[in-house]
């Protein structure tokens, strides 16, 4: 039982009023009296929170920064009239800062037997699901002087996507493909494209493209135009150990190199590539595999929603395993991982050659601006000695970029910003080169 301001207001009435006639001890006793029989009365005639009944409805995932709508349907079946705060709770993570109390408190009156939609706007601020928590309501009386309170456990999850910030490079990536594929007069000739049409020769064309046969049958010269090879085998690689927990600014590395990853495999889609999904530490996080280019986008955000890092060490050599299993045949890997020395050099060095004979590889890093903010600092004392231990960090990632280089793999080390365009643009070259 809660009491409101109005008790208070009650007694001091009360007590002027009775003071006149009655002795002190008199009148305070009787509006004490009265005062409880009030209280009684008005808790007596509050509708009980017990027999309320609640739906859920709403929107069940949307995409991080976004605004979700959950709908919670009350029904009160008893004869009295509701009149109730009721809180729909959910986890500190879904309600952006400074919006708990005007989305998540109601107030409402509701007849009885009647019902009423109450909506409760989420605006996510990390991945993954998120459980509604419980509903709580305050049932008042009709005066205000007491209230029932109680809770339900009304069921409700709303699983927050990944944000595709890198969507806005789609339309720049795939003008870039249509040149690659024929649709214009860029077209290249490599160990992994294929023939695509005859069309006269101009100033400037290869002539060892020129078909002598065709030629022989036209009053111009004929030339063969080539276009890269479709239903080419991508697997995305996260690997989810400790390296990846690492933030960059507001977000941990495993955004940044999820957001690249949905870019490129929207890219390859377009592209007439099969892409499949591996996340793993020490076993594996997510997979997905088998998916139409139609399917691809959703299966993907999906999978990689609740994905978290691990602060485990990575295990190299499983992963390189699982990675044998998933692609049996000649692929491109793109594994997103660290540069950190010490991982590099001791786990993952002596398992890629058994990759890189079978597969085309590259390795996606995500660098962190701030060293770069760092090693041009100069102004003071502890700027250079923060200059010098970011050019430091510099010189390890470039030593162990190298290394990987040698042994032929494309590397990547771009910010958070730029790891997305310069893994497509990465991919695009491949393809364009016959390398795919």
């Not at 109005?6 to 007694?11: G, P, V």
């Not at 009360?14 to 006793?29: H, K, N, Q, R, T």
């Not at 009647?114 to 699901?129: A, I, N, Y």
């Not at 400790?242 to 977000?251: C, N, Y």
């Amino acid at each position: 039982m809660a009491l409101t301001g109005r008790t208070a207001l009650i007694a001091a009435l009360g007590a002027l009023f009775v003071g006149f006639a009655l002795p002190s001890w008199l009148g305070i006793l009787t509006v004490q009296l009265a005062l409880l029989i009030a209280i009684l009365c008005d808790l007596a005639l509050a509708a009980p929170v017990r027999k309320l009944h609640f739906t859920r409805t709403g929107d069940t995932s949307v995409r991080l920064t976004g605004e979700a709508e959950t709908h919670l349907t009350v029904t009160n079946p008893d004869r009295r009239t509701l009149r109730a705060t009721i809180r729909d709770a959910w986890p500190p993570s879904s309600l952006a800062a400074g919006t708990d109390a005007p989305t998540s408190h109601h107030t409402v009156r509701i007849p009885g037997a009647e019902r009423r939609r109450l909506t409760t706007v989420l605006r996510p601020t990390r991945r993954g699901d998120h459980h509604a928590v419980r509903v709580t309501v305050r049932s008042h009386g009709p005066l205000g002087l007491a209230a029932r309170q109680g809770s339900h456990y009304v069921p409700g999850t709303v699983r927050v996507l990944p944000p595709f910030t890198s969507r806005k490079h789609l339309p720049a990536k795939l003008a870039r493909l249509r040149e690659l594929d024929g649709r214009t007069s860029i077209l290249t000739r490599g160990e992994g494209t294929e023939f695509d049409s005859l069309r006269d020769y101009t100033p400037g064309d290869d002539t060892r493209s020129i078909d002598w046969r065709a030629t022989a049958r036209r009053q111009a010269v004929a030339v063969r135009t080539w276009r890269p090879e479709r239903d080419r085998r991508i697997l995305l690689v996260l690997e989810t150990g400790r390296t990846s927990a690492g933030r960059v600014g507001d977000f941990p590395r495993l955004d940044a190199s999820m957001d690249a990853a949905l870019l490129l495999a929207a890219l390859a889609a377009r592209a007439g590539d099969r892409v499949d999904l591996l996340a793993y530490d020490r076993r594996v996080r997510a997979s997905v595999q088998g998916r139409t280019a139609r399917d691809l986008l959703p299966a993907l955000t999906n999978a990689l929603a609740p994905l978290e890092s691990e602060l485990i060490e990575a295990d190299a050599r499983g992963l390189a395993a699982t990675i044998h299993r998933s692609a049996p045949r000649r692929s491109l890997i793109i594994l997103f991982t660290g540069l950190d020395t010490a991982p590099v050099e001791e786990a993952l060095l002596p398992v890629l050659p058994g990759l890189t004979q079978r597969h085309e590889l590259i390795v996606a890093a995500v660098a962190d601006p701030r060293i770069e903010e760092m090693a041009a600092g100069r102004h003071t004392p502890e700027a250079v000695y923060g200059a010098a231990a970011a050019e430091q960090t510099r010189t390890a990632r470039r030593r162990t970029a190298d290394r990987l280089r040698h042994q032929g793999i494309t590397v990547i080390d771009s910010t958070p910003d730029h790891l997305a365009p310069d893994l497509a643009d990465a991919y695009l070259t491949l393809k364009s080169t016959g390398r795919l």
